[in-house]
């Protein structure tokens, strides 16, 4: 088993404490925010950074998907999103760039081993950096808006 990872960022116009406060909100903002490979987004604690936990299905290709049922942790400005269903573990950085900040969320897991693990470590991150990147083009409308 390998580590496989996908990093994605973005620049947004918008002060860091706006930024990470926005990707905290996991009642409001974040369902607006998500992609339509995001399916029966829900909350199932909380809704406001730390502590809260929810529950969706990445569905990454027609063939894969993933049920990630996701503690949130709030540790200065980085946000992560740890799956209770495998080793799946989002990060979500946000750093003052000039008037605005930089937004890097970064998903990594450790991978299937054999030949499996190449085509997935070799595969599965261009396909999440697509997604991420919709996504993150989501949160810089909303929030420079």
Same mark, same amino acid.
């Given at each position: 088993?390998?580590?496989? /990872?996908? /990093?994605?960022?973005?620049?947004?116009?918008?002060?860091?404490?706006?930024?990470? %406060?926005?990707?905290?909100?996991?009642?409001?903002? !974040?369902? !607006?925010?998500?992609?339509?490979?995001?399916?029966?987004?829900?909350?199932?604690?909380?809704?406001?950074?730390?502590? &809260?936990?929810?529950?969706?299905?990445?569905?990454? *290709?027609?063939?894969?998907?993933?049920?990630?049922?996701?503690?949130?942790?709030?540790?200065?400005?980085?946000?992560?999103? *740890?799956?209770?269903?495998?080793?799946?573990?989002? &990060?979500?950085?946000?750093?003052?760039?000039?008037?605005?900040?930089?937004?890097?969320?970064? &998903? %990594?897991?450790?991978?299937?081993?054999?030949?499996?693990? @190449? @085509?997935?470590?070799? @595969?599965?991150?261009?396909?999440?950096?697509?997604?991420?990147?919709?996504?993150?083009?989501?949160?810089?409308?909303?929030?420079?808006?």
């Amino acid at each position: 088993m390998g580590q496989v /990872s996908a /990093s994605s960022s973005v620049t947004v116009a918008a002060a860091p404490d706006k930024v990470l %406060a926005a990707l905290a909100d996991y009642q409001e903002v !974040r369902p !607006r925010i998500l992609t339509e490979q995001y399916l029966d987004y829900r909350v199932l604690e909380g809704g406001q950074g730390d502590g &809260t936990v929810a529950q969706w299905t990445l569905q990454a *290709t027609q063939k894969r998907s993933r049920d990630i049922k996701a503690t949130v942790s709030v540790s200065g400005s980085t946000i992560t999103e *740890t799956d209770a269903n495998s080793t799946l573990v989002t &990060t979500w950085q946000v750093a003052p760039a000039g008037a605005g900040s930089t937004v890097t969320t970064t &998903t %990594a897991w450790k991978g299937a081993g054999g030949i499996g693990g @190449f @085509f997935e470590k070799t @595969f599965a991150p261009l396909g999440l950096r697509k997604i991420q990147e919709q996504v993150l083009a989501k949160l810089k409308a909303a929030v420079e808006a």
